[in-house]
Nanobody, 126 residues
Framework: QLQVVESGGDLVQPGGSLRLSCVASNFPMDYYDIGWFRQAPGKEREGVAC????????KYADSVKGRFTISRDNAKNIVYLQMNALKPEDTAVYYCAVAVVTSLRAMCETYAYDDWGQGTQVTVSS
């Protein structure tokens, strides 16, 4: 199993910012597409922001476009999710996931990702 570990989740006020990190612990991250997903209580898991091996292809959910930025530092084996202008509806457990098989048109589709981290809690509340 390809292992990733998320960190950076916290409690923040609406309008605040957080940066999440996804670190690959047992594989070279630059071989794989990486995605950030989230799941709120009572809702299905959804793709938030996803990035290709080189960073040349990126997709965002409509709900976060313009507020969130995904980036990767392959030398450090880290993918980041910068989250700005956070809203209460962003509250969820955020997961980092790895796609074993690269498919551009399947980027940020949950079914395309194979190995998942344990998640990090993001809570946006006043």
């Amino acid at each position: 199993q390809l292992q990733v570990v998320e960190s950076g989740g916290d409690l923040v006020q609406p309008g605040g910012s957080l940066r999440l990190s996804c670190v690959a612990s047992n594989f070279p991250m630059d071989y794989y597409d990486i995605g950030w997903f989230r799941q709120a209580p009572g809702k299905e898991r959804e793709g938030v922001a996803c990035i290709s091996t080189s960073g040349g292809d990126i997709k965002y959910a409509d709900s976060v476009k313009g507020r969130f930025t995904i980036s990767r530092d392959n030398a450090k084996n880290i993918v980041y999710l910068q989250m700005n202008a956070l809203k209460p509806e962003d509250t969820a457990v955020y997961y980092c996931a790895v796609a074993v098989v690269t498919s551009l048109r399947a980027m940020c589709e949950t079914y395309a990702y194979d190995d998942w981290g344990q998640g990090t809690q993001v809570t946006v509340s006043s």
